[in-house]
């Protein structure tokens, strides 16, 4: 059982371990001053998130995870801002996000089936997701003009076949913890959305490389995976659905599963990384 939980969970952070220790003695600054300075944010507003409105509730990891997801975000509006370097970033991972975060919103802004228990899903944890969901529709009309004039080409049949299939499989294993059936398939079709949004990006860099914000920007991505992913699995029996089968909520295990394909991809391609390194 402690291989099943602690594996999964474990073996990422290694894979990243790994990789920032070889950018940072192969002459690249994983932590130079432009990607020091969100962490820093991230991490004071997180100590103070925990320590105002967390009150010790392990729902918490939820507001971090959407913070997660933020803070990829800002490493995006980095990587835009970088002179030449507008094609490190996928348009597409950013469109998929976007879909993720607006189906999140669709629930969180008046439904309360897949809020944090604590105090900070009483307005912080939407507030994250509304400000992240804003950067990303000033970044993507710029993302999209470079594609137009010339950058690093985008795969959208593949991204808009990942949107169908993140549609499709919300409204197939869609738990019930709102009652509302059109709704509670949004949510799960936003956490497929997010887990599938690592591919496009995982793509892009295997065709043009990686550089420290496109790796930092895939780093957030899945830290926000993880953290969702600790909180669902010790949530899983509280999360309703009708069964297919008596006695087994598929949606529960839907959710764990869409979590271990987005870290097990990254962990994966992590580990390709270290290893053509070497």
């Not at 939980?5 to 950018?23: K, R, W």
């Not at 932590?31 to 729902?59: D, H, K, Q, R």
């Not at 918490?60 to 803070?71: D, V, Y």
Request: glycine share 10%; with cysteine.
């Amino acid at each position: 059982l402690k291989s099943l939980i602690y594996t999964p969970i474990l073996t990422p952070l290694n894979q990243f371990a790994e990789m920032s220790f070889h950018m940072t003695f192969s002459g690249q600054k994983f932590f130079a001053g432009e990607v020091a300075i969100p962490y820093l944010v991230f991490l004071g507003i997180a100590a103070a998130v925990n320590f105002n409105m967390g009150e010790g509730s392990l729902s918490t990891l939820l507001t971090f995870s959407g913070m997660s997801q933020c803070l990829a975000v800002s490493f995006a509006w980095l990587q835009h801002h970088q002179p030449g370097k507008d094609g490190g970033i996928s348009a597409g991972s950013l469109l998929l996000n976007a879909l993720a975060i607006a189906a999140r919103l669709s629930n969180s802004t008046w439904l309360d089936g897949y809020l944090p228990t604590d105090t900070s899903g009483d307005g912080f944890y939407q507030a994250v997701d509304i400000c992240t969901l804003v950067v990303l529709f000033r970044l993507l009309p710029y993302k999209l003009r470079a594609l137009s004039n010339g950058g690093k080409g985008e795969d959208w049949h593949l991204v808009f076949g990942l949107a169908a299939v993140a549609v499709a499989l919300g409204a197939l294993l869609r738990a019930d913890m709102n009652g509302r059936p059109f709704f509670d398939g949004l949510w799960m079709a936003g956490l497929f959305a997010g887990s599938l949004a690592v591919v496009p990006q995982l793509r892009l860099i295997a065709r043009a490389g990686s550089g420290t914000l496109s790796t930092h920007f895939v780093s957030a991505m899945a830290l926000g995976q993880l953290m969702s992913a600790i909180y669902m699995w010790h949530a899983r029996q509280d999360i309703q659905s009708e069964p297919w089968i008596e006695g087994f909520s598929y949606s529960a295990y839907a959710i764990l599963a869409a979590h271990a394909f987005h870290l097990a991809l990254v962990c994966d391609f992590s580990t390709d990384c270290v290893a053509a390194a070497e």
